[in-house]
């Protein structure tokens, strides 16, 4: 294989100067992910001609003396439940094999606007119900740093593929923590943006008050400059906020004076080495010269209760579309079925059995009788679970350091067993989503389980649309580690 910078700052410089062709950097990608992929399965689809072309496009572009954007050249993935106008949108889910959209997602064609090369389509767990990217109908994804482990989910396919230095960026989306999830157990930067400041247009709805896009990259400052092309108001997405967007790459290295973290106090406290991460993470920061705060946050503690009945229900109101009648799959009828048989008999072909789980215990929530004992109370806990988040920041806090997840990656099939298991893996993200907050993982350290190192990260989260200064405040961390240099050696 060609090797190639997987820094965007290097390979927008060398693509820039020409030293380097967009066309070398795409084929590179490309061997990569042919000689990778395989055991890994980051990728539902390759677009490998395509991705030549417009590669050959912009170095033409640029033989021309134009810029053909900020991401010119950058091999880029995304996550298969963004629309795009060629290849399949499968949400990897049967009952969308084979789809193809008419449209393209307003983040993807932002990247494709910026001068990005679009690589492919990556997996994820069905309809992004899961935190394992073992609920996809087509397979798992593996963990580039031990393949018998999972990446984390849902944004498994794109963790894993940035994770394994196949692509520079990759786009995931965040319900419940399917970006810093993955991203904590791979080893790289996953941010989710504040609600609304990343378009959903063209995201294939799972719970559609808590959905929000984001990157994946390895460093904070490749994060910072895919969030200046992503964010910004989109008038086909409804709850797009109508806000300028700064350019987060301005003061990135700049350090934040006066810097104060809160601590929150959690049961659901870390254990064993992952304690030990985290507290040399916080070690890390006071070592800055930041002052720690401890922020009282109980009711967090109902945030798995409380998510995992808005976000059921949303998903069974969202995925009711899907019944046969006007796109995905229809099931083969018997002579005699009716309607009804046709909409039972698709949709237990078409759906897993995760995304079943949760449809009926989403219709359960918001049936007659049901309805104010558990989604009403659940709105009620979501609204006090932002208010608590705001408390602690009035209280002088700039960000709330947390772990990101309870441990490093588990082993496939560790967990599906117990679907509680696998939804407490979430324990640390879910608040974020309900609040509509952004927050950022970025790599702390190894975790030493059966003679392997797996990579764990923490957590950073800010005040709504305070993408800026979090990311400043991650940069220090940054800065001050070596956590990020890190990179998987690929061995099975």
């Known amino acids: 294989m060609i ?87 499968t949400c990897g889910s049967k009952m969308l094999r084979g789809y193809r959209s ?65 692509v520079p960026l990759a786009l995931g989306s965040d319900t419940g923590g399917s970006i810093r999830q993955p991203a904590s157990l791979c080893g790289i930067v996953g941010v989710k943006p504040t609600y609304g400041r990343v378009s959903r247009y063209g995201l294939v709805a799972f719970a559609s008050s808590l959905d929000q896009i984001g990157p994946f990259a390895t460093s904070i400052a490749d994060a910072a400059l895919a969030l200046n092309i992503l964010c910004g108001f989109d008038p086909h997405d409804a709850t797009s906020a109508e806000l300028s967007v700064p350019d987060f790459t301005a003061d990135l290295d700049k350090p934040l004076e006066g810097l104060t973290i809160g601590v929150p106090r959690l049961s659901a406290q870390p254990q064993g080495e992952m304690a030990l991460v985290f507290d040399a993470a916080v070690a890390t920061y006071v070592n800055m010269g930041a002052t720690i705060k401890e922020v009282s946050l109980p009711l967090t503690d109902y945030g798995i209760a409380a998510y995992y009945i808005v976000a059921p229900a949303e998903a069974s109101s969202n995925l009711a579309r899907f019944d046969g009648v006007r796109y995905g799959h229809r099931a083969a009828l018997a002579k005699g079925d009716d309607l009804i048989a046709m909409y039972c008999k698709t949709r237990a072909e078409g759906f897993g059995p995760e995304v079943q789980r949760r ?3 989403g219709t359960h929530v918001l049936s007659s009788g049901y309805y104010d004992a558990y989604y009403s109370t659940a709105l009620k806990v979501r609204r006090l679970i932002k208010a608590e988040y705001d408390t602690a920041f009035r209280a002088g806090c700039h960000a709330l350091l947390t772990p990101a997840t309870p441990g490093p990656a588990f082993r496939i099939g560790e967990k599906t067993a117990d679907p509680l298991a696998m939804y407490l893996e979430d324990v640390y993200t879910v608040g974020v989503n309900l609040a509509g907050l952004p927050a950022v993982t970025m790599p702390a350290g190894f975790i030493r389980d059966e003679r392997r190192n797996l990579p764990v990260g923490v957590q950073l989260i800010a005040p709504a649309f305070e993408e800026a200064r979090m990311l400043r405040i991650a940069r220090q961390f940054e800065a001050a580690t070596d956590w990020h240099t890190r990179a998987p050696g690929f061995e099975a």
């Open 102 to 166: 008419p449209f393209t997602a307003t983040a993807a064609q932002k990247l494709i606007n910026a001068g990005a090369i679009v690589i492919g389509k990556t997996n994820l767990d069905e309809f992004a119900m899961g935190s394992s990217t073992e609920h996809s109908a087509f397979g798992p994804t593996r963990n580039p740093w031990d393949h018998a482990r999972v990446p984390g989910g849902s944004s498994g396919g794109s963790a894993a593929a940035v994770a394994a230095r196949m």
């Open 3 to 89: 090797p190639i910078p997987t820094s965007i700052s290097e390979l927008r410089a060398l693509i820039g100067s020409r030293k380097l062709s967009a066309v070398e950097v795409t084929r590179a990608t490309l061997a990569r992910i042919a000689e990778l992929d395989p055991e890994l399965h980051a990728f539902l689809e390759v677009f490998q001609e395509r991705a030549l072309q417009n590669a050959a496009d912009v170095d033409a572009a640029l033989a021309r003396g134009e810029n053909p954007g900020p991401l010119a050249g950058i091999p880029v993935a995304l996550k298969d439940n963004m629309a795009l106008e060629w290849g399949n949108t």
């Open 359 to 361: 449809i009926m215990l």
